[in-house]
C-alpha cells in the first residue's frame, strides 16, 4: 500500500525511497514490532479472560509442565499474525501474486490451527480437529497454493525441482510437482507445529528460517543477482523479504511474552500458520530442499515422532524417552532453557549452511 506513494517522488523526493524493497522491508519489520508490544499485552488478557483454564496440559507429558504451564493462555499465535499481515498489506506491493499466494497459505493453516485451538479450550481436552481432517483440509489448501505457485512460475522452471550446488540441472517433475509441493507445505506446517513444545522454542527457528528464505526470495527476484550466483531467477519473489521482516517483528513482539515462563502459547493458530509460510515460501522461490536444511531442526523433530511411532508398533519398545525429541532431553534432565538456546544455536548453524548453498555453485 505505501509504495504507491513512490508515485509522488517527482514532487516529494522523499518518497522514492518507497521504492527500494529493503526500506520497506524494514519499516515492515518495526511496523509489526511495535504493533506486538502495543496489543500485546491487551490480546493475552482478552484471551485469558475468554479461555478461563488455558491450554490443556498433556498428563501423559513432562511432569514439571502440569506445576509451570498449567493455566496459560493458548492461540497466541494471533499475535503473530495479526501484525503480519497488517505490516505486510502495508508495506508489501499489493499487486505482487506471490506475496498474496504465501500470506493466503499462512492465515488458511492459520484457521485450521484456531479452529483446532479453539476446540480444545472450548472442551478443555486435548482433542481437538481429528489428524485426518486437519491433514485433508491442510492438503487441499497446500494443493491450492502448488497450482498457483506452478501458474505463476516461468516457463521454463514450470514444474521442475531445482538442487542446490548444482548450477543449470532441474529435474521434470512435471504433474508430479504438485503433489510434492503440497507435500512441503503441509509437511512443514506440521513439523513446526511439533516443534511448538517448551517456551520460545519454535518461534525463534522460524524467525532465523524465515529471515533466511527472505535473502533468499531477494536474491532469486534479482536478475542480476541470480546472474551472479547462478541461481534460478524467479521475478517478482523480492517483494517477499517484506513478509519475512513483518513474520521477524512480530514474531520478537510475541517472543517478548513467549520467553520463559511464557505469558502465552502460540498454538496451534501459530505454529501451523508460520510452518505452512515456510513451505509456501520455499516453494514459490524454488528452494524447497534448502528448507530441508534451514529447516533442519523442524525435520528432526518430525522425524524423532515418526521414528518413535515405527518403532513403538514394531518392537513396543521406545527409541526416545519421549518425543518429540526436545521432550526427550528434557528427561534426560537438561534445563528447559538449556534445551531452547541449544536449539536456536543449531538453527543458526543450519540456516549459514543453507544461506551457503547460493554461494557454492
Same mark, same amino acid.
Do not use: C
Given at each position: 500500500?505505501?509504495?504507491?506513494?513512490?508515485?509522488?517522488?517527482?514532487?516529494?523526493?522523499?518518497?522514492?525511497?518507497?521504492?527500494?524493497?529493503?526500506?520497506?522491508?524494514?519499516?515492515?519489520?518495526?511496523?509489526?514490532?511495535?504493533?506486538?508490544?502495543?496489543?500485546?499485552?491487551?490480546?493475552?488478557?482478552?484471551?485469558?479472560?475468554?479461555?478461563?483454564?488455558?491450554?490443556?496440559?498433556?498428563?501423559?507429558?513432562?511432569?514439571?509442565?502440569?506445576?509451570?504451564?498449567?493455566?496459560?493462555?493458548?492461540? #497466541?499465535?494471533?499475535?503473530?499474525?495479526?501484525?503480519?499481515?497488517?505490516?505486510?498489506?502495508?508495506?508489501?506491493?499489493?499487486?505482487?501474486?506471490?506475496?498474496?499466494?504465501?500470506?493466503?497459505?499462512?492465515?488458511?493453516?492459520?484457521?485450521?490451527?484456531?479452529?483446532?485451538?479453539?476446540?480444545?479450550?472450548?472442551?478443555?481436552?486435548?482433542?481437538?480437529?481429528?489428524?485426518?481432517?486437519?491433514?485433508?483440509?491442510?492438503?487441499?489448501?497446500?494443493?491450492?497454493?502448488?497450482?498457483?505457485?506452478?501458474?505463476?512460475?516461468?516457463?521454463?522452471?514450470?514444474?521442475?525441482?531445482?538442487?542446490?550446488?548444482?548450477?543449470?540441472?532441474?529435474?521434470?517433475?512435471?504433474?508430479?510437482?504438485?503433489?510434492?509441493?503440497?507435500?512441503?507445505?503441509?509437511?512443514?506446517?506440521?513439523?513446526?507445529?511439533?516443534?511448538?513444545?517448551?517456551?520460545?522454542?519454535?518461534?525463534?527457528?522460524?524467525?532465523?528460517?524465515?529471515?533466511?528464505?527472505?535473502?533468499?526470495?531477494?536474491?532469486?527476484?534479482?536478475?542480476?543477482?541470480?546472474?551472479?550466483?547462478?541461481?534460478?531467477?524467479?521475478?517478482?519473489?523480492?517483494?517477499?523479504?517484506?513478509?519475512?521482516?513483518?513474520?521477524?517483528?512480530?514474531?520478537? #513482539?510475541?517472543?517478548?511474552?513467549?520467553?520463559?515462563?511464557?505469558?502465552?502459547?502460540?498454538?496451534?493458530?501459530?505454529?501451523?500458520?508460520?510452518?505452512?509460510?515456510?513451505?509456501?515460501?520455499?516453494?514459490?522461490?524454488?528452494?524447497?530442499?534448502?528448507?530441508?536444511?534451514?529447516?533442519?531442526?523442524?525435520?528432526?523433530?518430525?522425524?524423532?515422532?515418526?521414528?518413535?511411532?515405527?518403532?513403538?508398533?514394531?518392537?513396543?519398545?521406545?527409541?526416545?524417552?519421549?518425543?518429540?525429541?526436545?521432550?526427550?532431553?528434557?528427561?534426560?534432565?537438561?534445563?528447559?532453557?538449556?534445551?531452547?538456546?541449544?536449539?536456536?544455536?543449531?538453527?543458526?548453524?543450519?540456516?549459514?549452511?543453507?544461506?551457503?548453498?547460493?554461494?557454492?555453485?
Amino acid at each position: 500500500m505505501m509504495y504507491w506513494l513512490a508515485e509522488l517522488s517527482q514532487d516529494f523526493g522523499a518518497f522514492n525511497l518507497f521504492r527500494y524493497i529493503t526500506v520497506r522491508a524494514g519499516a515492515a519489520f518495526f511496523t509489526a514490532l511495535v504493533f506486538g508490544f502495543v496489543f500485546g499485552k491487551p490480546l493475552i488478557d482478552f484471551l485469558r479472560r475468554r479461555q478461563g483454564k488455558g491450554q490443556p496440559i498433556r498428563e501423559d507429558g513432562p511432569e514439571s509442565h502440569l506445576l509451570t504451564k498449567k493455566g496459560t493462555p493458548t492461540m #497466541g499465535g494471533l499475535l503473530i499474525l495479526m501484525p503480519l499481515t497488517f505490516s505486510t498489506l502495508l508495506w508489501a506491493r499489493l499487486d505482487n501474486a506471490y506475496v498474496w499466494l504465501v500470506l493466503g497459505v499462512t492465515l488458511s493453516f492459520g484457521a485450521i490451527g484456531f479452529a483446532d485451538d479453539f476446540a480444545k479450550v472450548s472442551k478443555f481436552s486435548h482433542d481437538g480437529l481429528s489428524g485426518r481432517f486437519r491433514l485433508a483440509v491442510g492438503f487441499l489448501i497446500a494443493t491450492l497454493a502448488a497450482l498457483a505457485a506452478m501458474y505463476l512460475h516461468p516457463e521454463s522452471l514450470e514444474g521442475r525441482l531445482a538442487f542446490p550446488v548444482f548450477k543449470e540441472y532441474l529435474l521434470d517433475l512435471g504433474w508430479l510437482f504438485i503433489p510434492f509441493a503440497a507435500f512441503v507445505i503441509v509437511g512443514s506446517a506440521n513439523a513446526v507445529n511439533l516443534t511448538d513444545g517448551l517456551d520460545g522454542l519454535a518461534i525463534m527457528p522460524v524467525m532465523i528460517a524465515a529471515g533466511t528464505l527472505g535473502v533468499i526470495a531477494y536474491a532469486v527476484g534479482r536478475v542480476d543477482f541470480t546472474s551472479y550466483l547462478e541461481v534460478n531467477y524467479v521475478p517478482g519473489t523480492g517483494e517477499l523479504l517484506i513478509f519475512t521482516a513483518a513474520l521477524g517483528g512480530g514474531g520478537l #513482539g510475541f517472543l517478548w511474552y513467549n520467553a520463559p515462563p511464557a505469558a502465552v502459547f502460540m498454538g496451534d493458530t501459530g505454529s501451523l500458520a508460520l510452518g505452512g509460510a515456510l513451505g509456501a515460501i520455499a516453494v514459490v522461490t524454488k528452494h524447497e530442499i534448502v528448507l530441508g536444511i534451514v529447516g533442519g531442526l523442524f525435520v528432526v523433530e518430525a522425524l524423532s515422532v515418526i521414528i518413535q511411532v515405527a518403532y513403538f508398533k514394531l518392537t513396543g519398545r521406545r527409541v526416545f524417552l519421549m518425543a518429540p525429541i526436545h521432550h526427550h532431553f528434557e528427561k534426560q534432565g537438561w534445563a528447559e532453557p538449556q534445551i531452547v538456546i541449544r536449539f536456536w544455536i543449531i538453527s543458526v548453524v543450519l540456516a549459514l549452511i543453507g544461506l551457503a548453498t547460493l554461494k557454492i555453485r
